[in-house]
């Protein structure tokens, strides 16, 4: 696992393409959230082989739901630089996600993927994932 400064440029590229606008301020603070408490899920970071600069990274929080019974993986962030994209690790990643909410006993997964990422969505799919017939709604606090 890296720390946050070295996280936050693949971060920061990762809303760049969604044209999510975050200060880096906010974006240290929230690694720093789950980096210093592991309780709250990880971080997980992917490096291409032999090199020490990072290629992807895999944000996973810990919640609680009703509707799966429990403890539940929320998949916030999984991210591949474009260059390395197709190289196997988003699924390397994805595998690491699953281990850890399988470890953490989380008794699902959750994530969103944009309507556009058909690849991304094919990925999950693969891997159990399935659509469900509803849409995500957000309301920031105090912004």
Known sequence: MADAP?????????YDEHAIVRAPRELEAGIAGLVDHPERGAVLVAARPGHDDLAGLAVVSFTWTLE?????????????????????????????????????????????????????EALYQRYGFRVLPRRRLTRVQGR
């Open 68 to 120: 799966n019974g429990g403890r539940t993986a929320w998949l916030d962030e999984l991210y591949v630089t474009p260059g390395h994209r197709g190289s196997g690790l988003g699924t390397s990643l994805l595998e690491a996600v699953i281990a850890i909410a399988d470890a953490e006993g989380c008794l699902a997964i959750e994530l969103e993927v944009d309507h556009d990422h058909a690849r991304a």
């Open 6 to 14: 070295a996280i936050l440029p693949l971060i920061a590229a990762q």
